[in-house]
């Protein structure tokens, strides 16, 4: 007989909403996870990615709308250790060493994973005895990643948690996720990551989805192009199609919806160097998607 995790969601949100006050955070949305999947959530500052994070954590109680996590309560479900939070940011204890922290947690979850286990994971064995006001900004992160997954959580809920993380830590951080291997649900600025370690990607905007699916899934929602030319003054954005442009190196990267139009305007002015002209990203996706709302 199939245990309930395998049979039922992990996450089940139904037509969540939430204010601030007059601001309507987030509007009507219903989200399913399967046990095992990895998703990204993505938006732009103030989209309500972190405001639905809460709510599914049961830190803020929805206007309307449920929460279910393994099919319970978010506060059953965290009382039962089956889920492990990570926020974008925290206070640590700050003449507490890394060991005591997770010896601390360890003891507090029904079947923790030992603390050895937990250090290795988070590359911290070298750092146990370091007290936490002494840890680098992604030292600490790693740190917290290990907070949340001591006690072996059955969902991992991350807001932003590469965020001010340089690259080589950024990647040994998703070395990390990888191998512990349970159901995760990230939201994150850093888009290339959601490509890369998402099996779905959930777009809001305006506290709604306006898109959910897999990478491939989310391009194909827009019939949007890139246009690279050599980098001058010139104001690109005022060109026909162009939704988004961006510096790199010595190169303007030009997110368009037309790229035959873009092509020719570049010509007509006289900006036509060096051009190459490609598929669309998640980044171009996601900017086409967030400019069509807006």
Same mark, same amino acid.
């Given at each position: 007989?199939?245990? @309930? !995790?395998?049979?039922?969601?992990?996450?089940?949100?139904?037509?969540?909403?939430?204010? @601030?006050?007059?601001?309507? #955070?987030?509007?009507?949305?219903?989200?399913?996870?399967?046990?095992?999947?990895?998703?990204?959530?993505?938006?732009?500052?103030?989209?309500?990615?972190?405001?639905?994070?809460?709510?599914?954590?049961?830190?803020?109680?929805?206007?309307?709308?449920?929460?279910?996590?393994?099919? !319970?309560?978010?506060?059953?479900?965290?009382?039962?250790?089956?889920?492990?939070?990570?926020?974008?940011?925290?206070?640590?204890?700050?003449?507490?060493?890394?060991?005591?922290?997770?010896?601390?947690?360890?003891?507090? @979850?029904?079947?923790?994973?030992?603390?050895?286990?937990?250090?290795?994971?988070?590359?911290?064995?070298?750092?146990?005895?370091?007290?936490?006001?002494?840890?680098? $900004?992604?030292?600490?992160?790693?740190?917290?990643?290990?907070? #949340?997954?001591?006690?072996?959580?059955?969902?991992?809920?991350?807001?932003?948690?590469? #965020? /001010?993380?340089?690259?080589? /830590?950024?990647? #040994?951080?998703? /070395?990390?996720?990888?191998?512990?291997?349970?159901?995760?649900?990230?939201?994150?600025?850093?888009?290339?990551?959601?490509?890369?370690?998402?099996?779905?990607?959930?777009?809001?905007?305006?506290?709604?989805?306006?898109?959910?699916?897999?990478?491939?899934?989310?391009?194909?929602?827009?019939?949007?192009?890139?246009?690279?030319?050599?980098?001058?003054?010139?104001?690109?954005?005022?060109?026909?199609?162009?939704?988004?442009?961006?510096?790199?190196?010595?190169?303007?990267?030009?997110?368009?919806?037309?790229?035959?139009?873009?092509?020719?305007?570049?010509?007509?002015?006289?900006?036509?160097?060096?051009?190459?002209?490609? $598929?669309?990203?998640?980044?171009?996706?996601?900017?086409?998607?967030?400019?069509?709302?807006?």
């Amino acid at each position: 007989m199939r245990s @309930y !995790r395998e049979v039922m969601d992990a996450v089940a949100l139904e037509k969540l909403s939430y204010a @601030y006050g007059t601001v309507q #955070a987030v509007e009507d949305v219903s989200l399913r996870i399967a046990a095992g999947e990895v998703v990204a959530v993505l938006g732009p500052n103030g989209a309500g990615k972190s405001t639905t994070l809460l709510m599914l954590l049961g830190l803020l109680p929805p206007r309307t709308g449920t929460v279910r996590l393994f099919g !319970r309560t978010p506060a059953a479900a965290v009382a039962a250790g089956q889920v492990g939070a990570m926020p974008q940011v925290g206070g640590l204890l700050p003449h507490a060493t890394v060991g005591d922290l997770l010896r601390f947690l360890h003891d507090v @979850y029904p079947k923790p994973m030992p603390v050895a286990e937990a250090l290795d994971l988070a590359d911290l064995t070298e750092l146990a005895r370091r007290p936490a006001e002494r840890l680098s $900004g992604g030292q600490a992160q790693r740190l917290r990643f290990a907070m #949340a997954v001591i006690g072996r959580p059955d969902l991992l809920v991350l807001d932003e948690p590469t #965020a /001010a993380l340089d690259v080589s /830590a950024r990647r #040994a951080f998703w /070395a990390a996720m990888r191998g512990y291997g349970r159901t995760v649900l990230f939201s994150t600025h850093y888009l290339e990551e959601a490509d890369a370690n998402a099996d779905r990607i959930v777009v809001l905007d305006r506290g709604r989805v306006i898109a959910d699916g897999t990478a491939a899934e989310v391009k194909r929602r827009v019939d949007v192009r890139t246009v690279s030319v050599a980098l001058t003054t010139a104001d690109y954005s005022v060109l026909p199609g162009v939704v988004a442009v961006h510096r790199r190196n010595d190169r303007a990267v030009l997110t368009t919806t037309d790229a035959d139009e873009t092509v020719l305007a570049l010509a007509a002015a006289g900006l036509l160097r060096d051009l190459e002209v490609g $598929g669309a990203d998640l980044e171009s996706a996601f900017l086409a998607l967030t400019a069509r709302e807006a």
